[in-house]
Structures are given as structure tokens and as C-alpha cells.
């Protein structure tokens, strides 16, 4: 291909792409997501949009506090759910969310290992056993703050091979048999299906992730009001979420 | 060369030209200029930088050895399936790095298709610094393979002719000969290289993961920082930016000979 004719074919291909960023409709929404409501997001929005033929639901699954940094640099969401308290408090306090955020399901953490536990894994101590590849969340997300603080309240110190991006990431990495044990939500052992077990962490070393959801904009209203309406709680209990 | 360029030419490449200045405007005016020097010097910054230079220069160290003969052999021998080499060859450059990450892995990792043989031999690659270099050397090498196989080709081959009938085996042709002369194309593939593996992201941490010290390169640390703090994020990508204009200012005869 002569250099002019990739020419043309780059400023093609970006012409047809321009149409496909602008122009919302009134009808889509967009919802921002923490990573750990990666499985339950896609159920919900599929029970919303039964019976709203002509609707649009777009997700955008990420580390809550990448979310945070995306809506304050303007990025536009209509409604935002995130698994702790403090990244909502503080896109309240900038005057970014439309109403205050409501406190809509709860989870627990669990530790993930292989599939049949092979290295007998019982509870957060034999995390610090030598050999054994561990990874967590990075402290700042919130994952990886409530790892830190089980593990705090456990009086376990662990040296985790990697901090990974986020909850879904180190899922992955036991999925893929790189890690040995990661510290998860209850509900991503639950995602996972096989490919991960899942050993309970002691009541008395958990912690509770109370997760929050806020509208941004008037056209996010109407989703998150689903999701705290019966129907909506009915998803989030099925895929293992604690009520409110 | 034309004086007056048409104007149906000159609006697209000037706002071509915007479209490529103005992200580094914004970085450039965002700065926190009196605290760039502090940002610098904190102790998690000059970590990610130290180990930034080290997998960086390794790679392209790797990338040197593993890519020169590979690209002596594109250049050189005539076999079936050249072409595929070839291509093989150049597809991390345009293979997305997450990607090339999660492929290392399937290769490389614990579970991977070597991953036995290198367990038996007590290696392991995710989680590591080795595992870094590893990520930045699949992303990298084709521009050492690429330079180089250029510079090959565009080598005059009398000089190897003549030192062969002189009686110089193949392989002191080839260290005292094609070696020397193609040091510019060399060092103009390295150059790019390394620049690449500095900003290598994506393959990185997904297949070395993200740890303070031991992977948490410069990318990841701005990645990592910049919810948290962005000063130091922005500190760092214009660590980046100065290092990357330092490589295209030096390689400048090289990529747009007058």
C-alpha cells in the first residue's frame, strides 16, 4: 500500500468513527461501575431494559477511584456505583451527583484459591506461610483497603506478590493459576464459577463493603431507583450481595 | 519543495499538529513546577525510576542479542516461511500489550507452556523484575529487528564479498565487517528500543504484575498515582516526555536523514 493510500484509509476510518462518539440520545445512559459489580452489572441492566424497548444501557467497569478521577474530569456518566463510602462522599462534596448516595447492597470478603484448595488454605494466617504467591488489591482501591484492614484486624502480615489494579484483576491472576491465594469479594468466588475456590474469612477479621450508588444526571434517576427497587435487590441477592 | 503547500493540505496538518501539542500542553501547564524537583526525589518515585533504567536496559540488551541475529537472518538467508518470520517478528508492535502480556503468560507464566520446565529450573517470571524485562523485550524488539534488518539491507555488500574471498570466515565477516558498519542503524533501533521498553505499560503489568521496587515501573507508578497523587504523576510523564524527546532529538539524522 503506498504511503498516501494508508493515508487515506487512516482518515477514513477515523471520519466513520467520529459519528459513533457524539450525539447521545435521550434514551442511553450511561453507568460507571466499580470492577467487583463486573458479573451482577450486565443482570441488572438486562432486567431493566425488559420492557423499556428503545433504551440504552452502556457500562463502564473500572477501578473505583479511576471512576472517581474519570467523572471529575468530566467524563459522562449518568449514574455512578462504587464499593465504599468515601469516593461518593467526595464527588458529593465537588457538586458532581444528582441526590445523595444510597447505600444499596453489601459484601464480604473471602480468600479465592485454586480449584480443590491444593495448598490447604483455612484462613487468613496461611497467607503468610513461605512459597505460597499471594496478591491483593492496591490500597487504593477500595478492595484492597478492606483486604488490608482484614488482614490488619487478623494480625497477619503478608507479602503479597503483586497490587493489581483491581478486585477483578487478582481473580484473573488465580484464575490463571499465577497466584496461589487473592483476596476477593464474596460474590467474584461466586462469579467465577469453578475456576476459583472459596475459603471464608472469620466473621470477626471481615469487613463489610457497604456499596453506594448515585445518580449523576436527571437521566440516571430512573436506574438507580431500579436498582434499589425489589426488583433490582432480587439480582444483586441471587449473585451472593448482602442486603443493604 | 513547494513554498506554499495547498490549503486543503495545510488545515489537516496543522490541526494534525495541534492534535499532537496540545496533550502535551496540557501537561506542561497542569505542572506543579516548584514541586517537580520534591515529587522527583521521593523515595517511591526514585524507586520506579531505578528500576525503570535497570529492565530497561536489560530488555534492550536481550532485545540486541536475540533481535540482531534474527534480523542478519531476515536480511541474509533466503528460507520458506520468511516472510512469516518476519511477520512474527513485528507483531508486538502492533499487537495491543495487554495482549502480548496475557500471551506471555500463557507461555511463560506458572500454568504456561514452558511453565513446568522453568519451575524445574527454579524460574519464575510473573510477580518478577526478570518477568518485567521479559514483558519489555517481546513489546520492544521489533525495533531493534527492524532498524537493523534496514540497515542490512541497505548495507553495500562488496564489503562482506571482499572480506570473504580474503579468507575471513562467516562469522568474523560478520563481527569484524557488517558489524561495525551497521553500528548507526544499530544504535538507532536500540535508542527506539529502549525508549519503548521505558514506556512499556500494558504487557508489564499483566504479566509482572504491579509491586513497589520489584515491577512497579514508571508507567505503572503514574498509572498507580494519578488518583492518588497526581502532582507526582504528572512529575513522572514529564520525566517521560523530556526522556523520549532526548531519544528523537539524538536519533533525528538517523529517522529523517536531510
Known sequence: MSARRAIAAAVAALAALVPACGGRSAHAVTVFGAASLTGVLPELRQEFLRGRAGERITLDLAGTPQLVAQIEAGAPADVVATADEASLAELRARRLLDGPPVVFARNRLAIAVRPGNPRHIRDLADLAQSGLVVVFADARVPAGKYAAAALGRAHVSVHPASLEQDVKAVVAKVVLGEADAGIVYVTDVRAAGGKVGGVAIAASDNVVAGYRIAAITARGRAFRDFVLSPDGQRVLRRAGFLSP | ?258
Open chain 2, 1 to 258: 519543495m513547494t513554498r506554499r503547500p495547498p490549503l486543503a493540505l495545510a488545515v489537516p496538518a496543522g490541526l494534525g499538529v495541534m492534535f499532537l501539542a496540545l496533550p502535551l500542553v496540557g501537561l506542561v501547564q497542569r505542572a506543579p513546577w516548584a514541586a517537580v524537583g520534591h515529587q522527583l526525589a521521593s523515595h517511591e518515585v526514585r524507586q520506579a525510576l531505578r528500576l525503570s533504567l535497570v529492565t530497561s536496559l536489560a530488555a534492550t540488551a536481550l532485545a540486541v542479542v536475540l533481535g540482531v541475529p534474527l534480523a542478519w537472518v531476515l536480511a541474509r538467508v533466503s528460507f520458506r516461511g520468511r516472510a512469516l518470520v518476519r511477520a512474527l517478528a513485528l507483531l508486538p508492535i502492533v499487537l495491543p500489550p495487554v495482549v502480548g502480556g496475557v500471551a506471555l503468560l500463557l507461555a511463560f507464566g506458572r500454568r504456561g507452556l514452558l511453565g513446568g520446565w522453568l519451575a524445574a529450573l527454579g524460574v519464575r517470571l510473573p510477580f518478577t523484575t526478570a518477568g518485567a524485562v521479559v514483558a519489555e523485550t517481546f513489546v520492544a524488539m521489533p525495533f531493534v529487528v527492524l532498524a537493523t534488518e534496514a540497515g542490512l539491507r541497505s548495507l553495500d555488500p562488496r564489503y562482506e564479498e571482499a572480506a570473504a574471498t580474503l579468507g575471513a570466515r562467516p562469522w568474523s565477516v560478520f563481527r569484524r565487517v557488517t558489524l561495525p558498519l551497521l553500528a548507526p542503524s544499530l544504535g538507532a533501533g536500540a535508542a527506539l528500543c529502549w525508549a519503548r521498553a521505558l514506556g512499556e505499560f500494558g504487557a508489564t503489568i499483566t504479566f509482572a504484575g504491579n509491586l513497589p521496587g520489584r515491577t512497579q515501573t514508571m508507567p505503572l507508578a503514574v498509572y498507580v498515582a494519578l488518583e492518588s497523587q497526581p502532582d507526582g504523576a504528572i512529575a513522572l510523564s514529564l520525566l517521560l516526555v523530556a526522556v523520549s524527546v532526548v531519544v528523537l532529538v539524538l536519533l533525528r539524522r538517523r529517522l529523517f536523514p536531510a
